[in-house]
């Protein structure tokens, strides 16, 4: 399987599972609410026009419900909630709210916060991008022109970045009852490779992150030590990151998963032999598990690191 294969067949994936957009123009800087909810009770849906980017994405927002509140004795007095960004939201929100409401019930070990979480993907019949994206301008070799259509091409995450900075998040900000903390952002795959590229570019936006098997190759840019870098200078939040990545991704015989895994081993040994006071981070390989079953557990145990009170078990 080569690398190419492995881009067009993430997007088809993705794709496959995006959300419906809609049409009911109501809301303002080029946000259109959604006809339809995102398949995930209580939430809601808009769809935003965006200069950054030059297209239009799908943005999905999901709090718990009063209802579910109750269980927890905070219905009455909530605080301001922490906004969480959550990559490919047509799929990975659903499973971080399921998440976060389970966490919530937890008896044994309470204290799980309330948060607002924000998938972002891409309308429903309109071509997946995320290749385009969540990726930098050296992610991979170059496709051949004409192999796959501009939206799969690589290196817009700079533009992507700026979509999230300066036109999402104000609107998120302006429309629920959030906090002023910086924000969370989880990432998976290419995903992760985004998380990755927002942390390089230290985002005054976020200082939560999860690098989900990062799609970090060996390129003919030092990413890696542009971080080792940057670690030895200041940060510009106190920051905590999680990182995940497969066993049988490392060493299942795919040679890109195999030079991922290669990658990801040298980030994590920058951020070992590195020590920076405004870094908090936590990494771990998963025992068996393959680039797509690695994601269930991985997210829960990022987002228990990232927010909870305790940090998962080993």
Not at 146 to 164: C, H, K, M, V, Y
Not at 217 to 228: L, P, S
Request: hydrophobic letters at 40%; glycine letters at 10%; charged letters at 20%.
């Amino acid at each position: 399987m080569q690398r190419r294969h492995f881009l067009s067949g993430a997007a088809t994936l993705a794709a496959a599972t995006s959300i419906p957009a809609g049409s009911d123009a109501r809301a303002a800087q080029s946000a259109t609410a959604s006809n339809a909810p995102w398949p995930l009770r209580g939430s809601e849906s808009f769809v935003i026009d965006s200069e950054s980017v030059g297209d239009r994405l799908a943005v999905g927002v999901w709090k718990p419900g009063a209802e579910f509140l109750a269980l927890t004795g905070q219905a009455d007095d909530l605080p301001p909630l922490d906004i969480v960004y959550v990559l490919d939201g047509s799929w990975a929100l659903a499973m971080a709210a399921t998440i976060c409401q389970l966490q919530l019930v937890d008896l044994v070990k309470p204290g799980f916060p309330p948060l607002l979480l924000v998938g972002v993907d891409y309308p429903e019949g309109q071509p997946n991008a995320r290749t385009r994206d969540y990726t930098h301008t050296d992610l991979a070799t170059p496709l051949q022109e004409g192999e796959l259509p501009p939206e799969q091409t690589i290196g817009s995450a700079d533009n992507f970045l700026r979509f999230l900075e300066e036109e999402l998040d104000p609107l998120i900000r302006a429309r629920y009852d959030v906090s002023d903390r910086p924000a969370g952002i989880l990432g998976d795959s290419y995903g992760g490779t985004f998380t990755f590229h927002a942390f390089r570019r230290q985002s005054k936006l976020f200082d939560k992150y999860f690098l989900g098997s990062p799609g970090l190759f060996t390129t003919g840019v030092d990413y890696i030590g542009e971080v080792r870098k940057l670690l030895e200078g200041e940060l510009v939040h106190d920051t905590k990151m999680y990182l995940s990545f497969g066993a049988m991704e490392a060493n299942g015989g795919v040679p890109f998963y195999e030079d991922m895994g290669r990658n990801y081993n040298s980030l994590v040994s920058v951020l070992n032999s590195t020590p920076n006071d405004g870094l908090t981070f936590a990494s771990k390989m998963y025992p068996g598990h393959t680039h797509t079953t690695i994601l269930a557990p991985a997210i829960n145990d990022a987002l228990l690191y990232l927010y909870g009170p305790h940090l998962p078990r080993g």
